[in-house]
């Protein structure tokens, strides 16, 4: 009888050479045609400066978007687990997701209102 995790650990090494194979090819057989744009800083649609001009306000929409994302990427991971053992958990778990989820809807609400998924 072999060890449980000998299929895992097999996959992962599969994956990394996968992974690791994929960066390795795109960097020998890739294009080598470098510009002045290639090689411009980009900084998500703002023109890099060294410094604020005017000492303006920094926009963070972009900043905002992205944090919503991370967090509603974490509310799918909490609700894998749930939907899998939602017969086990009975009423608990449903009265336990459904603060879960109004726990997270409140901000959502709130940057909804503010205009934070409206781009100018």
């Known amino acids: 009888m072999t060890n449980p995790y000998v299929p895992l650990l097999f996959m992962m090494g599969i994956a ?7 960066v390795g090819a795109s960097a020998i057989l890739g294009p080598k045609r470098y510009n002045r744009a290639k090689l411009d800083a980009y900084e998500c649609g703002i023109e890099p400066t060294p410094h604020a ?15 919503t994302f991370i967090i509603f990427d974490i509310e799918v991971v909490f609700l894998y687990p749930w939907a899998v053992n939602f017969t086990e958990l009975a009423t608990f778990g449903l009265v336990a997701m459904l603060g879960f989820l109004a726990l997270i809807t409140v901000p959502f609400v709130y940057e909804w209102r503010r205009g934070g998924f409206e781009w100018d």
């Open 16 to 22: 990394a050479v996968l992974a690791l194979g994929g």
């Open 53 to 67: 001009v005017g000492g303006g306000r920094f926009p963070i929409k972009y900043y905002l978007v992205a944090m």
